[in-house]
């Protein structure tokens, strides 16, 4: 029974994907099957973040095969919590108006649950291999998502995305074959084991360089980003909220298990250029999203340069750096997934995402003036939100240990980040309207308020009471990772 | 003797698809693509250990097998990787017919429909 809780993450996708295929000739149900699997998905996953919290690990080998040879399916506490808001997002994507966008056509639902069922697949393994299989699921469906519309710009972001993601999984295939080839293991506990004192091995150093390079690629760190913003200003809005919640965050999250569970003999070896590249990551994009005008591109930029957070806090390391990197991811995917929603409200009043084109909503439009702030402030870091108890715990933990230079960027690239909201702000919501006449924009749907506002309270809660949640993600990551050495006071 | 001949053909064609997947034709960078994940599934082959060994069948009645035999997990990893790769050179391919279709060059300097240059001021370029 627990083996099949924790297949199902991965099954109530797959099948519901199957489902709304069958029923791709009729909308309507089609889209209530949809909604249905994912209400499905997120009671599974509830259930197994309820055992998880008492402490029980779900442990599943398939097939029946004894300890070193099955695939492991492993779900503790961070799988499980990381499952949830996987699931709680894909509801709240569902349930936002699909009109108009990649969601809306007979392929839509069928591509979602398999991107969900990639995204579970890859927190729920605990087989490198398998986690290779999981990321080519979800990037075939993701391009399923990017080239449903048809058009040239998307034809030709699918094009790069697919290019540099699949070069990205051909690494990764290669260093998980090495590693096979080094130590005949596959399973993260066994490959931890076999790989425990081999911290100096040149060899092992080298594929497990080359496997964080190609996570590193999936996780679109710098300079391995430019597929990202590339892709993503040609997507819908509920498009965008799911690859930003689901497509880079299973990339850190799947560094963070193979540095601190698979590989942490090698993990001093590498932690020193993963804070650099972080480093790099966060100020670079930031620029970009400064630079730029287009609404989901100045996002766009922002998702990869606050994954330089997640990754600078994987960095660190030990149990308060991998709690750190959790809450961030947390937090981020609940916050910028309802940004990229708020800007398809924003787009929708006011009929366009350039801002030079668009202004004067904050008179017009103030509840969604409201929601916009309230995210924006929580992507900043204004303190109660919950973006600030994220920086907080990186920058409490990179103080102790030390890296003040790592940890000045982060300052800056929040002080980069307020201005770039900054701007949005203005432009879309002070400043007069540039056209003589303002074009009436469509109505704004209740499903869409609904859906907005769910997760901004969601976010709310988490900031006004982040103590829970922090309790338990250090306990989660005190059963990932052995305590590193700090220097000493 | 083998190793050597394995590891030459995995560098070949690791070379080939990599030259290939430099190119600026669309069409040939996803051949490319597919060239290189063709030698990864070679190396994946060759991590199990080459050499010549009985097929791994365990006789009725055994719980392990009597005699040395193939490692069959490579053989398992590596059809599971040649199924993926092959799904994703088709696709690749028709995504670059598609936009040679569209723009009859499938020049990889031509896409420029996503990323529009800066305008003539400096600003940024805006999408339609």
Known sequence: ?489 | MIEWAMAASVTLVAAAGLYLASSRDLVAISVGLALLGAAVNLFVFAAGRLGQAAPPLIAPGAVAPLAAVANPVPQALVLTAIVIGFTFACFGIALALALAAHDDRADADALEQAEPPPRPDGGPGELP
Not at chain 1, 77 to 105: E, H
Not at chain 1, 169 to 183: P, Q, S
Not at chain 1, 282 to 307: E, K, N, T
């Open chain 1, 1 to 489: 029974m627990s083996g099949l809780l924790a297949a199902a993450p991965v099954l109530v996708p797959l099948f519901t994907a199957a489902l709304t295929v069958a029923l791709a000739r009729r909308p309507r149900r089609q889209r209530a099957a949809s909604l249905g699997g994912a209400l499905i998905l997120l009671l599974c996953c509830a259930a197994l973040l309820h055992g998880a919290a008492g402490g029980a690990v779900v442990v599943t080998q398939f097939g029946a095969w004894a300890a070193p040879f099955a695939i492991v399916f492993r779900i503790d506490r961070a799988a499980a919590l990381m499952l949830t808001v996987n699931a709680v997002l894909a509801v709240a994507v569902l349930v936002w108006p699909s009109r108009g966008s990649a969601l809306a056509t007979p392929f839509g639902p069928p591509l979602v649950h398999g991107l969900l069922a990639g995204a579970c697949g890859a927190y729920a393994t605990a087989d490198l291999f398998n986690l290779y299989v999981w990321f080519e699921v979800m990037l075939i469906a993701a391009l399923g998502l990017i080239v449903a519309g048809r058009t040239p710009a998307q034809l030709e972001a699918g094009l790069k995305y697919l290019v540099l993601n699949l070069f990205g999984t051909v690494v990764l295939l290669a260093a998980v074959a090495g590693l096979y080839g080094l130590t005949g293991q596959l399973g993260y506990h066994a490959l931890g084991m076999a790989l425990a004192g081999r911290g100096d091995d040149p060899l092992a150093l080298l594929l497990g360089a080359l496997l964080i390079i190609a996570l590193l690629i999936k996780a679109s760190a710098f300079p391995f980003l430019f597929w990202l913003p590339a892709a993503y200003p040609v997507l819908s809005p509920p498009v965008l909220a799911l690859f930003t919640a689901l497509t880079t965050k299973v990339g850190a999250y799947a560094l963070l298990r193979v540095l601190h569970e698979v590989f942490p003999a090698g993990a001093p070896a590498y932690t020193p250029v993963l804070g650099w590249l972080a480093c790099a990551t966060m100020i670079a994009d930031v620029m970009g999203a400064v630079y730029h005008y287009d609404l989901r591109r100045i996002l766009a930029f922002h998702s990869v340069s606050q994954m330089g957070y997640i990754l600078l806090a994987t960095a660190l390391g030990g149990a308060a750096g991998i709690a750190a990197a959790l809450f961030f991811s947390i937090h981020h995917i609940l916050v910028k997934a309802n940004l990229y929603l708020v800007a398809g409200m924003i787009a929708r009043r006011a009929g366009h995402y350039d801002l030079r084109k668009i202004g004067a909503l904050a008179r017009s439009e103030r509840a969604l003036a409201g929601l916009f702030a309230l995210n924006a402030l929580a992507l900043v870091g204004m303190p109660p939100l919950s973006g600030f108890w994220a920086k907080l715990l990186i920058l409490r933990e990179g103080f102790a240990q030390e890296h003040y230079l790592w940890m000045a960027v982060a300052v800056c690239t929040g002080g980069l980040t307020l201005l770039s909201m900054a701007k949005i702000w203005i432009e879309a919501f002070w400043k007069p309207y540039p056209a003589p006449t303002t074009t009436p924009g469509t109505p704004l749907p209740t499903r869409a308020w609904a859906s907005c506002g769910a997760l901004s309270l969601l976010a709310l809660a988490i900031g006004l009471m982040p103590g829970p949640l922090i309790d338990f993600l250090v306990a989660a990551a005190g059963t990932m990772a052995p305590p590193v050495a700090r220097p000493a006071p």
